[in-house]
């Protein structure tokens, strides 16, 4: 029989201990993790630091869910559908984003359907993976928003409403909530009902406003040429007043 010199990627990767370190045991004391079962993989948890491991397998009736540590904690987990192993599984950190990729013998990986249902838990020195597929990510910067738990990753658009106003303070997002006197007829808008304002000021002298709502006061010179009221421009608005008598 001819020796095989070059065997395929697959192959002489299941006859060694990558992708995790050469001093591993690869046993809990109870569980054993076949050399043939992982190939390859790549991982960049958020957050994770340098000495990454698997941490724990954990088996159930219909799946096995992989979770990748470090000394910080928990950082990843791949879910397994015992009747559907594909090749490459991937990571995903406790918010959703991708964590990094598993590629594996679909064969041998049903090793891990004769465990018993329940957690498996490894130490370091059991499963720590070689440093050359653990990427460090430092958890620094903003990544995402968080709403009633639910992780905004990505392109995030701020839109201020109802008298929010958003605005660029030297770099920073500068958020002012002023109030929107108009947010009732907004509301009937959505609904599809038909607002009718309410104003305050009804009459004067029992006189009421225009069509429009408007109230215009302006000097008359039709009743005697030294009228006591004077409106005058300003630069916020409109200034009247009534003058004394002999004043005029």
């Known amino acids: ?9 697959r192959d002489g990767s299941g006859m060694i201990r990558f992708p995790f370190a050469d001093y591993v045991t690869l046993t809990n004391g109870t569980d054993v993790i076949s050399e043939t079962i992982f ?16 941490s724990k397998i954990t088996v159930s009736t219909e799946d096995v869910v992989l979770t ?8 990843a987990t791949a879910t397994v559908d015992k009747d559907s192993i594909p090749e490459e599984i991937p990571l995903e950190d406790t918010y959703g ?17 004769g465990w018993q249902n329940g957690v498996h838990r490894f130490d370091r020195g059991d499963t ?5 597929v653990v990427v460090p990510v430092p958890d620094i910067g ?28 030297g770099g920073e997002i500068r958020i002012d909530i002023i109030g929107d006197p108009y947010f009732i007829r907004e509301l009937c808008r959505e609904e599809g009902l038909v607002f ?27 009743i005697t040429t030294k009228n006591a009221l004077r409106i005058e421009p300003t630069t916020r608005g409109v200034k009247i007043k009534v003058l004394r008598g002999g004043s005029y």
């Open 1 to 9: 029989m001819d020796d095989i010199l070059y065997p395929e990627w």
């Open 39 to 54: 190939l390859d993989a790549r991982l960049y948890p958020i957050g994770g630091i340098a000495g990454q491991w698997l």
């Open 68 to 75: 990748v540590g470090d000394t910080t904690g928990d950082l």
């Open 97 to 113: 984003r991708p964590a990094g990729v598993f590629i594996v013998d679909t064969v041998a990986f049903t090793e891990f359907a």
């Open 128 to 132: 720590e993976f070689t440093a050359t």
């Open 142 to 169: 903003v990544r995402g928003f968080l709403v009633n738990d639910e992780l905004f990753a990505g392109d995030v658009y701020f839109v201020g409403e109802q008298g929010v106003v958003l605005s660029d303070d």
């Open 196 to 222: 009718t304002p309410n104003p305050l000021l009804r009459t004067i002298n029992y006189i009421g406003p225009d069509e429009f709502g408007d109230y215009k006061i302006l000097p008359g010179s039709n």
